[in-house]
């Protein structure tokens, strides 16, 4: 990925992110609250600190126990890097198993100034207490 | 999902007749079960072998169902849960939240629990294989 890092925060040079997206998505759709309920995601590749191409990959129908579903869709697409407004813990610990950093922003809406502070290196990652349930912050947003 | 692949479930529980309905049920050509008494005990064998599913009765030797799932998703979280609670089912949404679990069971589940759950393990394995791309930018 080749990207550099300022204390915690990373400025991401190369690689993909996704976004949980409403609808269509896209990088002037809006982001979904919780990233085993979208629509699609939205990826966005990043050259030399720069964007590149986006594309969308339709989510997989959710399921009880399927949130490694869309772990193993990401994984499999290359994702290197994923925002999210909410998380679980069990799909977290499957993003860290496969190398892929989790980034949030639980505020805005919009996919393009939350990409754009990702790829400048505005934005953490989060953390294992910042998880939906288990006492652990509960940021769940449907 | 591969018609041909040996779904391996590990069911964990005090007492084997705990489960011995389920794993009757489970007792399928392509579903291998295994049996074992305790939670560490369990979380070793996933450390030595990729299990599809462990299923954990309430209350183990040295923790609790819910606890067994926590440490096995630090440790594999690849490995899909099932465990039995006398919980009300919102309940044990509100408590095991995130941890992804696959099916509240009931305690002493029966052989048709055993069916739904190998359905909905199906529906889940094989919907990690099927991948589309668009790209639309």
């Known amino acids: 990925m080749n990207n550099e890092k300022r204390g915690e925060l990373v400025i991401m040079r190369n690689g993909r992110i996704a976004v949980p997206s409403n609808g269509n998505g896209g990088l002037d759709g809006t982001r979904s609250g919780h990233f085993g309920h979208c629509d699609v995601f939205t990826f966005i590749d990043v050259e030399n600190g720069k964007i590149k191409q986006v594309s969308t990959v339709p989510n997989q129908e959710h399921v009880q126990g399927g949130c490694m579903v869309p772990v193993n869709l990401l994984a499999n697409h290359n994702v290197d890097a994923l925002v999210v407004g909410g998380i679980g813990m069990r799909p977290l610990m499957g993003f860290k198993q496969a190398g892929i950093n989790v980034y949030h922003d639980s505020e805005r809406a919009s996919i393009r100034p939350v990409v754009e502070d990702l790829i400048a290196g505005n934005l953490p990652q989060i953390t294992d207490d910042q998880v939906c349930g288990g006492g652990g912050g509960g940021m769940h947003q449907r | ?137």
């Open chain 2, 1 to 137: 999902m591969n018609d041909h692949r040996t779904i391996k479930i590990l069911l964990i529980s005090r007492n084997k007749s705990a489960l011995s309905e389920l794993k009757s049920g489970l007792g399928k050509k392509q579903v291998q079960t295994e049996w074992v008494e305790s939670g560490s005990i369990a979380l070793a064998r996933i450390a030595q072998e990729n299990f599809d599913l462990a299923v954990a009765d309430e209350n183990l030797a040295d923790m609790t169902g819910l606890e067994f799932c926590e440490e096995v998703i630090a440790q594999n979280p690849m490995v899909n849960l099932a465990a039995v609670s006398t919980l009300s089912p919102a309940d044990f949404h509100e408590t095991s939240e995130g941890m992804g679990i696959l099916m509240q069971l009931p305690v002493s589940p029966t052989q048709k629990h055993a069916e739904k759950l190998l359905n909905q393990l199906s529906t889940i394995l094989g919907l990690a294989e099927r991948i589309e791309f668009k790209i639309n930018e």
